[in-house]
Every structure is written in structure tokens, then in C-alpha cells.
């Protein structure tokens, strides 16, 4: 019994919060909206620099999931991807007036 609770397998699984219905993760459908909500304001030409900021709060997302199924190389892309995502809010947002945000 004590193994099976360790490993959170039998009566003792992963909590009912972390999927839909019939074991859709949330991790999953995050993963979706964030990077679809990305790629749209990339695609805006007035609103794309919010695309860095819905690409950004979607990493965690990624990073999680690529490091849990083990795909290391992934893993490695997620956090370029999130370091060039805030490097795209620091050019879009934090410049003050020298950057992308003030033209």
C-alpha cells in the first residue's frame, strides 16, 4: 500500500483537477490556448507585441510537460523560447520609449 502511494498510482492517482474530462490534461489544453493566443497577436500589426506575453505565460506550460515525457531536446527549445520571450518584452515593453513600443 505504501508503494502504491508513493507512486500515486491505484485509488491514490494524480488529482481530479489536473484533467477534463476522460484524462484531457490542463497542461495540454494551457499548451493550446497560450501558444494559439500567441501566434494570433503575432500575426496583428498593432497588437503583436502581446503575443511575447501570451507566448511567455504558455512556457511554464511547455517546459513542464517536455521535462515530464522526457524529451530533453524540447525541454532545451522551451527555454530558448522563453528566454527570447522576454527578451521580446523587455524590446516591446520595458524600454521606456526606446524600443518597438514607442512607434
Request: hydrophobic share 50%.
Amino acid at each position: 500500500m505504501r508503494e502504491t502511494i508513493l507512486a500515486g498510482g491505484g485509488i491514490f492517482g494524480p488529482p481530479p483537477f489536473f484533467h477534463l474530462q476522460e484524462g484531457i490534461p490542463v497542461v495540454q489544453v494551457c499548451i493550446l490556448v497560450f501558444s494559439s493566443a500567441s501566434i494570433f497577436f503575432f500575426s496583428s500589426k498593432k497588437k503583436f507585441r502581446y503575443g511575447f506575453v501570451a507566448g511567455l505565460m504558455g512556457q511554464p506550460f511547455w517546459i513542464y510537460e517536455t521535462w515530464r515525457a522526457g524529451q530533453y531536446g524540447m525541454f532545451l527549445v522551451s527555454v530558448w523560447f522563453t528566454a527570447m520571450q522576454v527578451r521580446g518584452i523587455w524590446n516591446n515593453f520595458a524600454l521606456f520609449g526606446r524600443g518597438r513600443a514607442s512607434r
